[in-house]
């Protein structure tokens, strides 16, 4: 037994009213003529009936009324459950998979069956809430006895192209039960239950006493499956005209090994081509189709593989951009060609984007070359003077990007260091076997591919010679030798970029040009100063599209609100705001296919297209334990309904539940009524003792 108000309690102490009203009684006095009692006796009266209770029943009912009454406003309850589970009902959470390997044969239909079954099993006090999840998870009306709406939110819903998420729609039944006073709490999970969503329910934990009943509806003792996984794409030139070649990479996921497989190659929904395709028994095989021209715009492709049971992943949908070029300016001092041999060559290999390296000595240089370029390389040279400095610093202040290489023969003018981070000094010699990179900002784009295991040690390279440098206070460094001094720093003009390398690009000062750091770290340094973003040759659904960020979307008036975005059904998608500042472009990728998105105020009313594809990852359809799953979340087997009824309701829920209090007040007033009766009786008898 508890109370919720025990202070109430303390009133307990007015039990004695009644009893002192029993033991006074009120003593009515006659007055009588008597002579002088000078002569009498005077003797102490003492009243024993006064001081003993004459009417038992009558003090019973009054302090039973006040006690009865006392204990109510105590809000009495009993701590067993026992009283609240037979006066309540469950609180059901109805979590339903839509993740796209729903999709497979008729696991879609046999989930919503099962679910319809949970809401007409309801009881009358029962409540429940219809939880669709995939990636993220959303409910309906929540706690809801409706069943018309439960079963509406049922029939509503349809398998999407996100990927399998446990934790998402775990951790929102787990706030749905916390908020609910119902004494029972149970979670049906009905899902396909793959094993690649149990990793995002690691740390999520149900209310003690939650019964989890997984409903698994991938029944199949072997799930073939064969998918289009990726693509990619080699580029060459023919005839003056850029061509494109596809592989497609098919991945078979089933025991069997699948023979004559009919893939096809589609341009704006038009098969170019189509091929057999063999692939093994959980194996990998790849299909490369004919070159194709390339257009002057992104051109939508797909790789459409024969339907299987899971159509979702037979289909890759990209774009085939035409390539970049980057322009390249490579400035070196005159009579020493081979100063930029090596810079030259590794500029010479690149696809995507190619470069177009342009070698000029100073004394060849003009300001056309300048304005041509997208990139200048001052390689082991100063800054040119008069015009050409001039136009090279323009070049730098309106989004250009300068890499200055200070080797032997970098000379600067006087005092001019607009454009160099700080002043340089003498060349310096490492003694021995060299020093080393001792610092590398791997955060830096420059410097982030290599940041990755097996991709590339930026500290295997030896450095003999490098000029120190005393850098101005707004230039980073990006990276140090062993002993502390510059080895690569950047400084922002206007709207350029500088980097500034202390030391060669060839074989002189140090060996970095013959390690295989040296292709990808040139290719690298030259995107990040020309600002390159390559094209986006496909999204994944679910993501967040941000059109400021994509590439090829960098002229729509975000803000001017004209842009119209469909979607691969042809619908129109909003376009949503986010960000600090609220700006818009933001569209959320829900469905695969290809969105495209229109200026329609545009004097050039151009298509930007987005490729869109499910994830791949959800073509694996292995199983999980479902008990390994219950265990996670609720530290207890699947199943047990019988942990209900041990679930510890808070106070609160307890009394309000047991109403004890009611009771209470009508024994209360049952007492009052029968001592009204009585305390009338007793005063007749009183009154008329012959009565």
């Not at 787990?174 to 990793?199: A, C, M, N, R, W």
């Not at 829900?590 to 298509?607: L, Q």
Request: glycine share 8%.
């Amino acid at each position: 037994m508890g109370f919720l108000t025990p202070l109430f309690l303390a009133a307990l102490a007015v039990l004695g009213a009644p009893v002192l009203l029993h033991m006074i009684q009120r003593q009515r006095t006659e007055v009588v003529e008597f002579p002088s009692l000078m002569f009498v006796r005077k003797i102490p009266f003492h009243s024993l009936r006064r001081q003993r209770i004459r009417h038992w029943v009558l003090l019973l009912l009054r302090c039973a009324a006040v006690a009865l009454l006392i204990a109510a406003f105590a809000r009495p309850f009993l701590r067993s459950t026992a009283l609240a589970v037979a006066g309540g009902g469950r609180e059901v959470v109805i979590l339903l998979d839509r993740s796209w390997s729903m999709a497979y044969g008729d696991r879609w239909d046999r989930a919503r069956a099962a679910a319809r079954g949970v809401v007409r099993d309801l009881g009358p006090d029962d409540r429940a809430t219809v939880v669709l999840f995939d990636s993220g998870a959303q409910s309906g009306t929540r706690s809801t006895n409706d069943r018309a709406s439960l079963l509406a939110a049922i029939d509503g819903a349809g398998v999407g192209a996100g990927t399998t998420r446990f934790g998402p729609a775990l951790q929102l039944a787990q706030g749905i039960l916390e908020d609910s006073d119902q004494p029972q709490l149970e979670v049906v999970f009905i899902s396909d239950l793959q094993q690649t969503g149990i990793d995002s329910a690691a740390n999520t934990l149900l209310p003690p006493g939650t019964v989890l009943t997984p409903v698994a509806v991938a029944t199949e003792a072997e799930t073939p499956n064969v998918s289009v996984v990726g693509v990619s794409v080699q580029r060459d030139t023919f005839a003056g005209a850029e061509r494109a070649t596809v592989t497609a990479r098919l991945a078979n996921r089933g025991s069997r090994p699948v023979e004559q497989m009919r893939v096809a190659l589609e341009l704006n929904d038009y098969e170019l081509e189509a091929l057999a395709a063999a692939a093994g028994a959980e194996s990998v095989a790849s299909v490369t189709f004919a070159p194709f021209t390339v257009e002057d715009t992104a051109m939508p492709v797909s790789v459409r593989a024969q339907a299987d049971a899971l159509p979702h992943d037979d289909v890759f949908h990209f774009l085939v951009s035409p390539g970049d070029v980057v322009s390249v300016l490579v400035v070196g001092s005159p009579g020493a060609p081979e100063a930029s041999l090596y810079l030259e060559r590794a500029l010479a290999i690149g696809e995507s984007p190619s470069f177009a390296p342009v070698v000029r000595s100073v004394d060849e240089l003009t300001v056309e070359d300048v304005a041509a370029a997208s990139v200048v390389v001052l390689n082991d040279v100063g800054l040119p003077s008069g015009p050409l400095g001039t136009a090279i610093t323009r070049f730098v202040r309106d989004g250009g990007g300068l890499w200055i290489v200070l080797g032997e023969r970098a000379r600067w003018p006087g005092g001019n260091f607009e454009v160099l981070p700080g002043a340089m000094d003498e060349p310096a010699d490492r003694d021995g076997r060299g020093g080393v990179l001792g610092f590398v900002d791997y955060s830096h784009p420059v410097f982030e591919l290599f940041g990755t295991p097996r991709s590339g040690d930026l500290t295997t390279p030896r450095f003999f010679r490098y000029r120190p440098i005393d850098l101005q206070a707004d230039a980073a460094v990006l990276a140090r030798y062993d002993n502390g001094a510059v080895a690569l720093a950047e400084r922002r003009i206007g709207g350029g970029r500088v980097l500034v390398w202390t030391s060669t690009l060839d074989s002189f000062w140090n060996d970095v040009a013959l390690k295989p750091i040296y292709l990808p770290l040139v290719h690298k340094t030259v995107e990040y100063l020309a600002a390159y973003r390559p094209p986006t040759p496909y999204l994944t659904a679910g993501q967040v599209l941000d059109l400021a960020q994509y590439p090829g979307a960098d002229g729509l008036d975000l803000a001017g609100g004209n842009l119209v975005v469909r979607n691969p059904s042809d619908d129109r998608v909003p376009i949503g705001s986010g960000g600090r500042d609220g700006r818009s472009g933001f569209v959320d990728l829900v469905e695969p296919g290809f969105y495209e998105i229109r200026d329609v105020d545009a004097a050039d009313v151009s298509v930007i297209r987005v490729a869109v594809n499910v994830d791949p990852a959800e073509s694996n359809l292995a199983r999980a334990d479902s008990q390994e799953l219950v265990a996670a979340v609720t530290g207890r087997a699947g199943g047990d309904r019988s942990v209900a009824t041990q679930r510890e309701l808070p106070p609160e829920d307890l009394e309000r539940r047991q109403t004890l209090w009611w009771y209470l007040m009508i024994g209360a007033l049952g007492f009052l009524a029968a001592e009204t009766v009585v305390s009338n009786r007793l005063s007749r008898r009183a009154l008329d003792p012959d009565a």
